[in-house]
């Protein structure tokens, strides 16, 4: 039973890059949450996709985009990429109904 | 504004101490989740808790839901130093669909 995995484990951009990163769910779940967790503090929620759509949003720009696809994966889009953005992504899953959530192991981006 | 304040922020004992760590709210949770999550990894689970007054064991470590659902604490007994790591709580509300997060206390448990 595979748990969640997030691609690209790693990645170095420059400051006004695009950048996609990828989520596949744990098996079963369909709901999938995206946090971003900068060096020293707890994850700080994104947004949530629950049937295609999004459900739930944090305090983020609309830079920051995303989408789920007909088999629960997900992507996370974050356009005109700044110095800030550089920290772990997470990207966690869940049943809809359930409020336990389970975490990828993160991508590490690096805007320079 | 942080919802989840955790206390200490960081914490450094020897092998075979114990150890609680804290997790404050002034808001009302329906449940609060552990994770402890290792440099460049993501958190692991390592419990939900739910009904206040409510006590969780695993293993070594025991979890405390407070009777008003606003805070947490976990208490390791004899660590060892594979304990070492951030613990992380965070907070959910019915229906909220995402997880609120304190910023971790950073244990280092020294052989």
């Known amino acids: 039973d595979a748990g969640v995995t997030q691609s690209p484990t790693h990645l170095i951009k420059t400051r006004g890059q695009q950048v996609t990163l990828r989520c596949s769910p744990k098996s079963g779940h369909d709901t999938v949450s995206w946090y971003q967790q900068a060096l020293g503090q707890g994850p700080q929620f994104i947004f949530q996709y629950y049937e295609e759509e999004e459900r739930q949003r944090g305090n983020f720009p609309d830079r920051f985009s995303g989408h789920q696809f007909p088999n629960y994966s997900s992507e996370l889009n974050v356009n005109a990429l700044l110095l800030g953005d550089s920290a772990l992504y997470l990207c966690a899953s869940s049943l809809r109904a359930s409020e336990t959530q389970y975490f990828g192991p993160g991508t590490r981006l690096l805007v320079l | 504004t942080q919802l989840l304040e955790q206390s200490p922020q960081f914490l450094s004992i020897q092998e075979g101490e114990n150890l609680t760590v804290y997790c404050n709210s002034s808001?009302?949770?329906?449940?609060l989740q552990w994770y402890r999550q290792e440099p460049g990894e993501g958190p692991v689970l390592l419990v939900t808790?739910?009904?206040?007054?409510e006590v969780k064991k695993l293993k070594r470590l025991t979890f405390q839901f407070g009777d008003a659902r606003k805070d947490s604490s976990l208490h390791i007994t004899a660590a060892q130093p594979g304990d070492t790591g951030l613990y992380l709580c965070?907070?959910?509300?019915?229906?909220?669909?995402?997880?609120?997060f304190g910023d971790g206390t950073t244990l280092t448990v020294k052989p």
């Open positions: 808001s009302v949770f329906s449940s």
């Open positions: 965070a907070g959910a509300k019915a229906n909220a669909g995402k997880s609120t």
């Open positions: 808790v739910v009904t206040g007054g």
